[in-house]
């Protein structure tokens, strides 16, 4: 590859925040957030809630040990989310499975495989602190997000006929799961 030409890449980072230092940040992820929203590629809002919703709800995720937040950057800019749960220690009959609350990039940064490299870097955390199932839940209108997940192993084995209420419909909900168990014998 050209030495010139590789400088004009994007920069792609994915990482965990543990923090938010800055109002920045914040507005970075609510802005990437709310455009995937009103674009039909989220995971948990049909519409974008007020601002200061997100805000709180993203101060929130912070303050609760069971949940993971990461974030893709483009070129430095928050471009991606991903929000998993993972169930409290002190219960330790679930400690088999995360689920999967937020995963969403921003329509203007998606098919430049940023959705795939925040989804290998989940996987490999979850993985790392010990979990072989990784859960998720998506209404049936989310149809390029379920693409994306059963063309990346993920597989659907249930759908919930009532699941929520979008715009005065019902809408179904679409349970899927990726499992990393051995399950083949020796």
């Known amino acids: 590859m050209d030495h010139h030409n590789s400088t004009l890449l994007p920069k792609i980072q994915i990482e965990q925040i543990i923090s ?16 995937s929203i009103i674009e039909g590629y989220h995971c948990k809002w049909t519409k974008p809630p007020p601002r200061h919703l997100i805000e709180n709800h993203f101060k929130g995720v912070l303050l609760v040990p069971e949940k993971t937040l990461l974030v893709a950057r483009l070129d430095g800019n928050i471009v991606g989310i991903c929000e998993v749960n993972t169930p409290p220690k002190q219960i330790n009959s679930c400690d088999i499975s995360v689920k999967i609350d937020i995963f969403t990039v921003a329509p203007y940064a998606l098919n430049m495989g940023i959705e795939q490299r925040l989804l290998a870097k989940m996987e490999q955390i979850v993985s790392q602190l010990g979990f072989p199932i990784i859960n998720v839940i998506i209404d049936e209108t989310q149809k390029k997000l379920l693409q994306f997940y059963l063309q990346n192993e993920y597989l659907h084995w249930a759908t919930h006929p009532y699941y929520q209420r979008i715009d005065g419909q019902i809408v179904k909900g679409l349970f899927l799961y990726k499992s990393f168990l051995n399950t083949s014998s020796s």
Do not use: Y
């Open 20 to 35: 938010l230092d800055n109002e920045e940040e914040l507005h970075s992820l609510c802005e990437t957030l709310e455009a």
